[in-house]
C-alpha cells in the first residue's frame, strides 16, 4: 500500500511562490506513476503535472511555464516535488498527490494541502 503525505501549503500574494512537496512511502515500488491534482471549490479535480511510467513530466495547460514538478527517490521514500512561481488567484485549491499503484491495482490520495493565492 502508498501512503502520501503532503505539505508547504499556505497564503501567497499574487505572483509569488511556494513549494509544494509529497511523501510516498510503502510499496513505492509498485508506483507507475505519481501526480499532483488541483480541487478549486465548485469545480472538477484537474491534473497540475504527472510523472508518467516512462520518466516524462506532463503540465496542466493552466500552469505550464511556471510550475515545475520535479522527483527525488529516498531510501524508502519518494518525494514529489512542485515548485509554483507566479501564482495567480486561480491557482487557489487544494492540492492533493496521487499515485497509482500497479500492483494493487488502486490509486493512492493523499489527505490534500490548501494553497491560497491572495489577489
Known amino acids: 500500500q502508498v501512503q502520501l503525505v503532503e505539505s508547504g501549503g499556505g497564503l501567497v500574494q499574487a505572483g509569488g511562490s511556494l513549494r509544494l512537496s509529497c511523501a510516498a512511502s510503502?510499496?513505492?515500488?509498485?508506483?507507475?506513476?505519481i501526480r499532483w491534482f488541483r480541487q478549486a471549490p465548485g469545480k472538477q479535480r484537474e491534473l497540475v503535472a504527472a510523472f508518467t511510467s516512462g520518466g516524462n513530466i506532463i503540465y496542466g495547460d493552466s500552469v505550464k511555464g511556471r510550475f515545475t514538478c520535479s522527483r527525488d527517490n529516498a531510501e524508502n521514500t519518494v518525494y514529489l516535488h512542485l515548485q509554483m512561481n507566479n501564482l495567480q488567484a486561480e491557482d487557489t485549491a487544494v492540492y492533493y498527490c496521487y499515485a497509482y499503484d500497479g500492483k494493487k491495482v488502486e490509486d493512492a490520495w493523499g489527505q490534500g494541502t490548501q494553497v491560497t493565492v491572495s489577489s
Open positions: 510503502g510499496s513505492i515500488s509498485s508506483i507507475v506513476t
